[in-house]
């Protein structure tokens, strides 16, 4: 038995209301370690594509800044080891995101395609809003 057509055009809301929900729920410190990490994943899948490579440092210089942006938002957020605290949750998120875009099944990657694009989105814009990223 299949669902009805319908059904399709109710999940990316939801996806999307996750995505949001879930930045909106961590600090901001936290935001820019996981956005470290995206550009970081973002890199090495560019990597494997063959991407030139001014377009795969361009990825890792974000990665870097995000991650020095983190630590910085983190201490002023008053987190005890700012550094040490940014190294694990990057270390976190990194394995996290990997996992979604290389260690997936073809369903699983599908599946969870919206939401990637959605957080490279937010990435983008959290860069652009707070200086991280030379985006016009």
Same mark, same amino acid.
């Given at each position: ?7 399709? &055009?109710?999940?990316?809301? =939801? ?14 410190? =936290? ?9 970081d994943v973002l890199a090495e899948s560019?990597? &494997? ?21 983190? =630590? ?23 394995? &996290? ?34 200086? =991280?990223?030379?985006?016009?």
């Amino acid at each position: 038995m299949t669902r009805p057509a319908k059904y399709k &055009y109710l999940l990316l809301p =939801v996806l999307l209301a996750y995505s949001a929900d879930r930045a909106a729920a961590q600090d901001i410190s =936290v935001s820019m370690a996981e956005c470290s990490a995206i550009y970081d994943v973002l890199a090495e899948s560019a990597g &494997y594509r063959g991407k030139p490579e001014n377009q795969i440092q361009q990825m890792l210089a974000a990665s870097s800044e995000f991650k020095a942006h983190a =630590v910085l938002r983190a201490e002023s957020e008053g987190r005890a080891n700012p550094e040490q605290f940014i190294a694990h949750t990057y270390a976190d998120k990194r394995l &996290y995101w990997a996992e979604r875009w290389f260690d997936s099944s073809d369903f699983s990657f599908l599946a969870n395609f919206s939401e990637n694009m959605e957080w490279t989105k937010y990435c983008a814009s959290m860069g652009k809003h707070f200086g =991280v990223l030379p985006l016009k």
